[in-house]
């Protein structure tokens, strides 16, 4: 195995994108989704980077890039059909020492992009080491069809159980066995079903009486 998987922190980190295309697009909104303070140099951009950049979610300059670029930046993807560009990109990253991806060129890379499946906080990411991207894709299409909006739902309701019971100080191996017996009832065919009455009844069930979504989860909507 060649790639060492990784769920990599860019919240609030610089990030730049170098390409204002179709994938430099792509690419801009997944960053953006993650929290980084994202910067886009393109000579020519979609009229959806035009647009977050007018609303002041991301920084764009329409020209074309310069090593300079890279300066305090966490990471780069590099999203250009220019080749030379590309090379460029991924040398002054080297020479920098920034995190680097040339889009389709993974050895100019220094992380690959997996085929993400998200359901808000779970996220399934599919690699195939830049083998076939064309399996990758179809697997992320099989594991949407699998992974439904219940799983961000069941996720968020765990979440909050775990930190609720830490602030209890409740004793760690104890918890372990609640969260298997949450996990072993059919929360998620409840949660698919819209029955959250009888979510509230498992809660009660296994954690006691004042566990329920409303303490839970306040007034959020599920």
Request: aromatic residues 6%; contains cysteine; proline residues 4%.
């Amino acid at each position: 195995m060649r790639y060492y998987p990784v769920n990599l922190d860019v919240q609030n980190k610089d990030c730049l994108v170098v390409g204002g295309g179709a994938v430099g697009e792509r690419k801009a909104k997944t960053l953006l989704a993650c929290g980084a303070k994202l910067f886009v140099i393109s000579p020519q951009t979609t009229e959806a980077l035009k647009e977050m950049a007018a609303t002041g979610g991301i920084h764009l300059e329409c020209r074309p890039y310069r090593t300079s670029d890279l300066k305090g930046k966490f990471l780069v993807i590099g999203a250009t059909a220019d080749e030379k560009v590309n090379r460029q990109i991924s040398q002054d990253a080297a020479s920098f020492g920034i995190l680097c991806n040339i889009v389709d060129r993974p050895e100019s890379c220094t992380f690959v992009l997996p085929a993400i499946v998200r359901q808000g906080d779970l996220t399934v990411a599919i690699s195939t080491s830049n083998k076939s991207p064309a399996l990758a894709k179809r697997l992320r299409r099989r594991l949407e069809k699998e992974f439904g909006p219940e799983y961000a739902q069941l996720l968020r309701l765990m979440g909050a159980v775990r930190q609720r019971l830490i602030a209890e100080d409740s004793l760690p191996e104890a918890n372990k066995g609640k969260f298997e017996e949450l996990l072993d009832t059919d929360l998620l065919d409840l949660f698919r079903r819209g029955r959250l009455e009888d979510v509230d009844s498992k809660l009660k069930e296994i954690l006691g009486k004042e566990y329920n979504l409303q303490s839970l989860l306040g007034a959020t909507e599920l």
